[in-house]
Each structure stands twice: as C-alpha cells, then as structure tokens.
C-alpha cells in the first residue's frame, strides 16, 4: 500500500481524493472518489474515465462503446425487472470511444437481471456497500 498527500485544494475544490489502484493476476483497475459538500461522498473517477457519480447503498457500473440508444435500452432493462434507478450518470473518454455509465438503485438488483446486464454489455458491476 502507497499513501501519499498533497497540498490542501482551494475553495471550491473536492478536497480530499481517495484514489485506489486495484490489481489483481488478470486485472488492474483504478478508481477516485471524494467526499463533496461535507457530506456527499462521489465516485470521481473510472479506469480513465471522469464521472461524478453518488455512492449510494447498491451501485453498477457498465462499460460499453459510446454508440446510441444505452441509456434508452438500460432503461428498459430495469424497468421490465421493476427496479427503480434513481441516479444515472453517463461519461466518456471521447465521441465514439469508451463508455461509462454509473447506477444507483432503490433495490438490489434481482438475479435475472444481473444476467442480462452482463450478456449486453462490455463490462458490469454490480456493488453493495453496506
């Protein structure tokens, strides 16, 4: 483990970042987070790509191509499987490139539909902080 400090951000600024650098034999995976407003922790930042996100109790993010017609097909997704979202937040590294998109969710998601978000897409995560 590595801890390193920098100069206090200005007024304004998300203050204190916590960054981690996950590494496994198969993966490596890099994420930011800060607490903003006092009290509102986010999710900053994604294996390079920049997004603001709340970190509430039960969150997924998914990696797609930047291409048309996710958010509308997500959204179907879920609402056949009546789970609500109640935060969506959409991110890229450019037009056409990677894709990040970062849920959360009044519910846990059910098992049917974990599977069907892992057949549609690059990459998904489902996480529960407790």
Same mark, same amino acid.
């Given at each position: 483990? &590595?801890?390193? &400090? ?6 304004g600024?998300?203050?204190? /970042?916590?960054?981690? *650098?996950?590494?496994?034999s198969?993966?490596? +995976?890099?994420v930011?987070?800060?607490? *903003? &407003?006092?009290?509102? #922790?986010?999710?900053? +930042?994604?294996?390079?790509? @920049?997004?603001?996100? #709340?970190?509430?109790? $039960? *969150?997924?993010?998914?990696? $797609?191509?930047?291409?048309?017609? /996710? ?6 997704l879920f609402?056949?499987? $009546?789970?609500n979202i ?6 890229r ?12 969710? !009044?519910? #846990?998601? #059910?098992? !049917?539909?974990?599977?069907?978000? +892992?057949s549609e897409? @690059? ?8």
């Amino acid at each position: 483990m &590595h801890e390193s &400090h920098k100069a206090k951000a200005s007024a304004g600024g998300a203050g204190s /970042v916590l960054s981690l *650098l996950l590494k496994s034999s198969t993966e490596e +995976h890099t994420v930011k987070g800060a607490v *903003l &407003h006092g009290n509102a #922790p986010r999710l900053l +930042h994604v294996d390079g790509i @920049d997004v603001e996100a #709340p970190l509430e109790r $039960n *969150l997924i993010y998914m990696r $797609n191509s930047d291409v048309p017609g /996710v958010i509308g097909k997500v959204g179907t997704l879920f609402g056949a499987a $009546n789970v609500n979202i109640a935060n969506m937040t959409v991110s890229r590294t450019r037009q056409g490139g990677q894709a990040l998109m970062a849920l959360s969710i !009044d519910s #846990p998601a #059910p098992a !049917d539909l974990v599977q069907q978000i +892992h057949s549609e897409f @690059d990459d998904a995560r489902f996480i529960s902080l407790e």
